[in-house]
């Protein structure tokens, strides 16, 4: 009797293990790429926020205004889909159709919006993000890619619907190890942009003296001086010291305080 009793506790605890792992897996949910994977940072601008003497800063201004010029230029296709993802990595996905949904609401201004992501899974993951405005008969089509299953790499296509037609406006191209260990590169679809062919690489590392380089490549820039070259900003998140390359050729460096060196 006493060798039953043991038998069966153990069977018991056995079976509670079991049921324990299998209500994990079940609770476990599918989780989206992290924002470093899609959103790119440009908070270099704002590193300096006041100058006593811009003369005093000539080498990080000069880097500031071709971050500057990124920031808007991405931000005019961008603004949207950001958004939804932002609430799309808040928001746990439910599990339907072989795949995985997001549903999120949101607000920009006085406009009420519906964003819509949709992943399946087989040799890779393909993710879909759907927009509507919210009281309009209209969802667009803003974003879709690919990743790895362990999503270490993938790309997306920003779409912006132009003319109400789903254009294709940015690739993004990322790689991914933590979120101080990642890699993002936008470069520009839309034909009829002004800068298309136009490049932005944004690079995180765990380098002590410069964790941080963005490589740009600009098209038809309205300065001469860095159009259609190769431009290398490096620069330290936390000291804030850094420099500027055109073309692999020193232009300038700054301290920690920004000032010219």
Request: aromatic letters at 16%.
């Amino acid at each position: 009797m006493k060798t039953r009793i043991l038998l069966l506790s153990a069977l018991f605890g056995a079976y509670l293990v079991f049921v324990s792992g299998c209500k994990d897996d079940e609770d476990d949910s599918f989780k989206a790429p992290s924002s470093s994977c899609f959103e790119m940072d440009f908070s270099f601008s704002t590193m300096q926020k006041s100058f006593a003497d811009s003369s005093d800063y000539e080498n990080y201004l000069t880097a500031k205004k071709i971050i500057d010029f990124w920031s808007v230029e991405i931000d005019q296709y961008t603004v949207l889909p950001f958004k939804t993802y932002s609430h799309i990595l808040s928001t746990e996905s439910t599990n339907e159709n072989s795949g995985y949904d997001w549903t999120v609401n949101f607000s920009i201004g006085s406009s009420d919006f519906l964003g819509y992501m949709y992943a399946k899974s087989s040799d890779s993951i393909s993710w879909e993000m759907d927009i509507a405005t919210v009281g309009t008969n209209y969802n667009y089509l803003y974003c879709e890619g690919k990743s790895t299953l362990d999503k270490t790499s993938g790309w997306w296509v920003i779409y912006n619907p132009i003319n109400e037609k789903e254009t294709p406006v940015i690739k993004v191209n990322w790689h991914y190890q933590s979120d101080d260990s990642c890699k993002l590169k936008y470069t520009i679809l839309y034909s009829n942009d002004n800068y298309y062919g136009s490049y932005i690489e944004y690079v995180k590392s765990n380098n002590t003296s410069t964790n941080r380089y963005y490589s740009t490549y600009i098209n038809n820039y309205s300065e001469s001086e860095f159009s259609n070259k190769v431009i290398r900003i490096d620069w330290n998140s936390s000291g804030k010291n850094g420099q500027i390359e055109i073309d692999d050729t020193l232009l300038g460096s700054w301290d920690n305080n920004c000032y010219d060196l």
